[in-house]
C-alpha cells in the first residue's frame, strides 16, 4: 500500500464502549467484530465455553467471576477504516482501569438498555468522556424487550448529561411487537424480522424496505406510531450537527437489539461516517505546551495500560501504547522522558482472538510493547524521549488494607509483587513514614481480592490482607515546599509515600481530610494525581 503515514493515520478510529453492567457491551462488542468481518461467527469470540469469557478475559478469576479485570484492544478493518475498539471492564471496581481506557479512545459508544436508560455507570463513565470531550455514539440496545418510551429515553439522556440527542433511525414499537426502525436520513425502513431457529441470529446484510412495503406489509398500529413518533422527534430534536457532535454537545442515536444482531450494521456505519480520526494531544516538549497532531513526523505515544501474564507461559508485561503521531516501525527505539529506551522488536498488534507481530503502526493504533517492567502506566515514549503527554489521572483508592506476608520471612518478596502490581496500575502501593507496614490502596473491593489471586498465582506467595489503620489516602501538593516539608515532618503518623515517592496523608476518614485541609490552606489535598 502506498498511502503515507498521515494517510493511514487519518483512517483509523479508535473507539471504547461504556456502558452500566448488563447494558449489553459484550454482546454488542461480539456483534460488532463479526459486522466488521474481524470475526467469523456468533459466539466465537466467546468460543470457549460460556459467552462471557470474550478474548481479553484472561484469567481464571475473571472467568469464575464472569468480568474481564483487564481492558484490551481489538482492531479490524471495515469499509476502508482501521478500527480499533478499547474493551473496558465493565464492573464498577475497576473503573479506573477503564477511565485510563478513555484517554486512549477518540469516541465512544454509549450502550444504554433500552428499558433502563441512563444508569449510575453510565453517568460517572460518560463524565470522564465528557472531561476530555469525546464523541459519543449512542446505541439503545435491548429493542426487543418491553423499552421505554424512545422520547422519553432521549429526554433523559439531554437531562441527565445535557447532551443533545439526535435520532438517526426511529424504532418502531419494541418488544413482541418491535419491527424495525426508520431510517430518518434514507426515508427507508430497516426490518427486524424474527429469524427461525434454523437460521439461527447469523448476521447478515440489513434488510431494507421501503416505507411503503413496511406499511403494508407490517402492523398498522405500530406504523402509525412509528411515524407519530418520528414526526414528534424531528420536530422536537435537532438536526444531526456533526461540529456539536465532535465537540461532545451533540450524540446521534441508533436503536437495536445486539443480540439479534439488529442495527449493529448501522451502528457501524455510524461510526465509520462520524467517529473522528485520531484528535490532537496536548503535551509538553521542553517546557512548552505543545499539541501533537496525527500527521507529526516524529512517533510519539503514551501508556494507558500495562497487562502481565497475557501469555501464561511468559512473566513478560505488555504495556498498550496508544501511537498519537508518526509512523511506527518495528525494531524502533523510543524513550521515555526519564530517558529509559525500549527497543520495540516485537510490537503486538491485536485482532480479535489473536495478536501478531506489528511491522508498522500509526497514530490512533495502541500497540502492545512486551517489556520486563520497565514501562509504566503513564508514561510518554517518543524517538527523542522529549515529548510529555498530559497526564493520565490516578484516583485516590476508596479501600486501604494492610498487606502482610502469611510466611513473615517472605515479607520482601511481597513487597516486590505488590510493587511490580502497583505499577501494572492494578492497585496502589503507600508506605507510611513510620514503620515497614505496605498498604494497598484500590478503588474496590474486587482489586483486592484480584490482587490476592495473583500474588499467589504469579509470585507463589500467600497474602493476608487487614484492615488497615487509615481508610482514606490523599495526595499532598505545595507550591511551598517548605510548608509540604513541615506538614510531613509534623505528621509522621499520618503520612506516607506513593509509589513514585510523592507524599500522601493517610487518614481515618473524610472528615479527617477536611480538618487537615482547613488547618493547612496552603497544602492541596487531592484525590486524583496525575502522573507525568
Ligand atoms: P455487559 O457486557 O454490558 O455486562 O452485558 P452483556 O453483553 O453481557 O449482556 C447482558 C445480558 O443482556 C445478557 O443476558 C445478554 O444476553 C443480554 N442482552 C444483550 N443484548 C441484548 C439484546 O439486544 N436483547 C436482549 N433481549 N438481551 C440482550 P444474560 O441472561 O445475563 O446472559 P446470557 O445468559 O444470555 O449469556
Wanted: hydrophobic letters at 40%; charged letters at 30%.
Amino acid at each position: 500500500m502506498s498511502s503515507t503515514p498521515a494517510e493511514e493515520a487519518a483512517r483509523r478510529r479508535t473507539f471504547a464502549i461504556i456502558s452500566h453492567p448488563d447494558a449489553g457491551k459484550t454482546t454488542l462488542t461480539e456483534n460488532l467484530l463479526l459486522a466488521g468481518g474481524a470475526i467469523r461467527l456468533a459466539g466465537q469470540v466467546a468460543a470457549r465455553g460460556e459467552r462471557r469469557r470474550t478474548s481479553s478475559d484472561w484469567m481464571k478469576i475473571e472467568r469464575d467471576r464472569g468480568i474481564s479485570v483487564s481492558a484490551s484492544v481489538m482492531t479490524f478493518e471495515h469499509d476502508d477504516l482501521m478500527f480499533n475498539l478499547l474493551d473496558t471492564p465493565g464492573h464498577e471496581d475497576f473503573s479506573e482501569d477503564t477511565y485510563r481506557t478513555l484517554t486512549a479512545a477518540d469516541s465512544a459508544v454509549m450502550v444504554l438498555d433500552a428499558a433502563k436508560g441512563i444508569e449510575p455507570q453510565t453517568l460517572k463513565l460518560f463524565e470522564v468522556c465528557r472531561m476530555r470531550d469525546i464523541p459519543i455514539i449512542t446505541f439503545i440496545n435491548k429493542m426487543d424487550r418491553e423499552a421505554l418510551d424512545p422520547l422519553e429515553l432521549l429526554d433523559e439522556i439531554q437531562d441527565k448529561l445535557q447532551l443533545d440527542t439526535s435520532p438517526l433511525y426511529w424504532p418502531a414499537a419494541s418488544g413482541q411487537r418491535f419491527s424495525g426502525m426508520k431510517d430518518l436520513r434514507k426515508g427507508d425502513f430497516v426490518s427486524f424480522r424474527k429469524k427461525t431457529a434454523e437460521e439461527g441470529v447469523q448476521p447478515g446484510p440489513s434488510d431494507r424496505i421501503g416505507m411503503q412495503e413496511a406499511r403494508d406489509t407490517l402492523d398498522a398500529m405500530v406504523m402509525d406510531e412509528l411515524e407519530e413518533g418520528a414526526d414528534l422527534a424531528s420536530e422536537a430534536l435537532p438536526d444531526f450537527d456533526e461540529q456539536a457532535f465532535r465537540e461532545g454537545h451533540m450524540t446521534p442515536v441508533v436503536f437495536g437489539s445486539a443480540l439479534r444482531h439488529f442495527g449493529v450494521n448501522e451502528l457501524l456505519s455510524t461510526l465509520a461516517e462520524f467517529a473522528p480520526a485520531p484528535r490532537p494531544q496536548t503535551a509538553e516538549k521542553n517546557g512548552q505546551k505543545i499539541t501533537i497532531d496525527r500527521a507529526d513526523k516524529p512517533v510519539a505515544g503514551f501508556v494507558f495500560k500495562i497487562q502481565a501474564n497475557m501469555d501464561p507461559n511468559h512473566r513478560d508485561r505488555v504495556a498498550f501504547l496508544r501511537l498519537c503521531s508518526g509512523e511506527f516501525k518495528r525494531g524502533m527505539r523510543l524513550k521515555t522522558t526519564e530517558n529509559k529506551q525500549i527497543n520495540i522488536h516485537n510490537p503486538l498488534m491485536f485482532l480479535a482472538q489473536d495478536r501478531e507481530i506489528a511491522e508498522t503502526a500509526y497514530a490512533g493504533d495502541v500497540i502492545g510493547v512486551p517489556n520486563h517492567g520497565q514501562l509504566r502506566v503513564g508514561d510518554s515514549l517518543s524517538e527523542n524521549g522529549d515529548i510529555k503527554f498530559q497526564g493520565i489521572p490516578n484516583f485516590a483508592p476508596e479501600i486501604l488494607r494492610r498487606a502482610r506476608p502469611k510466611d513473615p520471612m517472605k515479607s520482601k518478596h511481597l513487597r516486590k509483587a505488590l510493587e511490580s502490581l502497583a505499577e501494572e496500575g492494578v492497585t496502589q502501593l503507600f508506605t507510611p513514614s513510620l514503620g515497614s507496614d505496605m498498604i494497598v490502596g484500590a478503588v474496590g473491593a474486587l482489586q483486592i481480592d484480584v490482587m490476592a489471586e495473583r500474588v499467589a498465582a504469579e509470585y507463589n506467595l500467600e497474602v493476608v490482607f487487614e484492615q488497615a489503620a487509615y481508610n482514606v489516602a490523599r495526595w499532598i501538593a505545595s507550591d511551598d515546599p517548605a510548608k509540604l516539608e513541615a506538614f510531613l515532618e509534623k505528621n509522621r503518623g499520618s503520612t506516607g509515600v506513593d509509589l513514585d515517592g510523592a507524599p500522601v496523608y493517610l487518614a481515618k476518614n473524610a472528615w479527617d481530610v477536611g480538618y487537615a485541609q482547613e488547618k493547612n490552606p496552603d497544602l492541596k489535598f487531592t484525590a486524583t494525581k496525575e502522573r507525568m
